[in-house]
């Protein structure tokens, strides 16, 4: 059961453009949703977050943007420098039934590509 | 300021052997999480501790237990290891078991052979 999917298992973007990555979801119980980066022998980086009373976040080069009509959320990374390639992963959270935020619930990735 | 740490890097054992992970969190941080990435996947929750307790389990067989230390430290241990242990073992720590954000440690890399 993939509460979290990554539909793209990868992204190739030109340098100076803008790349989206996108992560749809079926449990309505999540609540709050992260960004993370993940190079090779490294563990993931925290990006970005939004919890589910806003439809946009920004953060530097950095926005995520969430539709949860349609239980999707999108990074939009502008502009894309070659540093930015790797592994993007999205993650859910809840606190539904007095559970804590200590789980994450992650989609599969998408590794990006950026080309000088 | 230190981020999360663990140890070893990498580890091999073979089948039926038991191996015990090590994670120290974020100076500040009270919560540790446990997940396991396999290849080609976004990680899976294994276990969150807060305070010392227990405050969530993922879905995984009981051959997988933790604790957390005074000092907020935690250790996972896996035993009867089997081929589909292998995997990157990622530890996360956050301030409180009601803090959003998540930060990871580098992992321990696991093969069973």
């Known amino acids: 059961d993939q509460q979290v999917k990554q539909n793209s298992p990868s992204l190739s973007v030109q340098e100076g453009r803008i790349s989206i990555l996108n992560c749809d979801y079926t449990?309505?119980?999540?609540?709050?949703f992260l960004w993370y980066k993940k190079y090779p022998a490294e563990g993931p980086t925290f990006l970005i977050s939004?919890?589910?009373?806003?439809d946009k976040n920004e953060d530097g080069r950095f926005t995520v943007f969430l539709n949860k009509s349609a239980k999707h959320l999108s990074l939009h990374i502008v502009p894309s420098q070659p540093g930015d390639s790797a592994v993007y992963f999205c993650?859910?959270?809840?606190?539904?039934?007095?559970?804590?935020?200590?789980?994450?619930?992650f989609g599969q990735g998408t590794i990006l590509t950026v080309h000088p | 300021d230190a981020g999360v740490t663990q140890s070893p890097t990498h580890l091999i054992k073979t089948r039926g052997q038991q191996v015990t992970l090590r994670c120290s969190p974020i100076?500040?941080?009270?919560?540790v999480s446990w997940y396991q990435q396999v290849l080609g996947q976004g990680p899976q929750f294994i276990f969150q501790?807060?305070?010392?307790?227990?405050?969530g389990r993922g879905n995984f067989p009981d051959r997988f237990s933790a604790r957390q230390f005074p000092n907020y430290s935690s250790e996972l241990n896996v035993n009867a290891l089997l081929l589909g242990d292998s995997a990157l073992y990622l530890c996360?720590?956050?301030?409180?078991?009601?803090?959003?954000?998540?930060?990871f440690g580098p992992g321990t890399r696991l093969t069973v052979t």
């Open positions: 996360a720590s956050s301030l409180g078991t009601y803090t959003y954000e998540q930060y």
């Open positions: 449990n309505s119980m999540f609540d709050y």
């Open positions: 939004i919890s589910s009373i806003k």
């Open positions: 993650a859910a959270s809840s606190n539904a039934g007095g559970t804590s935020y200590g789980k994450l619930t």
């Open positions: 100076s500040g941080h009270k919560s």
């Open positions: 501790y807060y305070e010392k307790e227990e405050r």
